[in-house]
């Protein structure tokens, strides 16, 4: 039964509705709209707790969790497990936990078991992440020497009476004003 293309294509219309869902969350929704998705959360979940339920069943837990999609899926379902308990036990504590919502959306990448281009794409990807880890990491590490040489340079110079939170004083505040002048200069160049 979780072998068959009608199963497949099944989950991939779930897939479909719940990516929808987290995405037409915005700022001033309507209040029918925040309690229709508030359920519909509760209705994915338990959908897709439903098909890990069914697979592991069906393909044992040995077999389930040899598939890549199917430890990351299962993973996925643990994050928006911990999600709704975090927000049931602890509601007025959030941590960020919008991050585990986005995580669902990756979900969407179980279309490239049969789209050949999108999987040729996403392994070409996957091979090039460690070189743009790589490139990320030297970004910081020259962000962080000019933060440093902006403290030696300009840290207590510039005293303002209104506060601005991009000055040189202290170390975070130095990391993030050569970020936004870096970021700043992107922009500009474009």
């Known amino acids: 039964m979780v072998k068959t293309h009608t199963f497949y294509w099944t989950v991939l219309g ?8 987290v995405a037409i969350v915005h700022h001033n929704q309507p209040h029918w709209l925040s ?9 994915f979940l338990g959908l897709f707790l439903t098909e890990m339920c069914l697979k592991m069943y069906s393909l044992g837990p040995r077999l389930y969790f040899h598939s890549a999609f199917n430890r990351f899926d299962c993973g996925v379902i643990v994050g928006s497990i911990f999600e709704v308990m ?15 919502r986005a995580l669902r959306l990756l979900r969407i ?22 070189s743009i ?5 030297l970004l910081f590490l020259f962000i962080l020497v000019f933060a440093l040489l902006g403290m030696q340079l300009f ?18 505040a130095a990391i993030m004003t050569v ?6 200069s992107i922009v500009l160049i474009e």
């Open 155 to 172: 840290g207590g110079r510039f005293i303002f009476e209104d506060y601005t939170p991009t000055n040189f004083d202290t170390f975070p």
């Open 14 to 21: 779930l897939v479909a509705l719940n990516t929808l869902c």
């Open 86 to 100: 975090w927000g049931f036990f602890r509601p007025d504590m959030s941590f960020g936990i919008s991050v585990l």
């Open 179 to 184: 970020f936004q002048v870096w970021l700043n």
């Open 35 to 43: 309690v229709f998705l508030y359920y519909a959360e509760f209705l």
């Open 109 to 130: 990448f179980k279309i490239t078991k049969y789209w050949a281009s999108l999987r040729n794409l996403v392994v070409s990807l996957m091979n090039s992440m460690k």
């Open 133 to 137: 880890i790589s490139l990320i990491f």
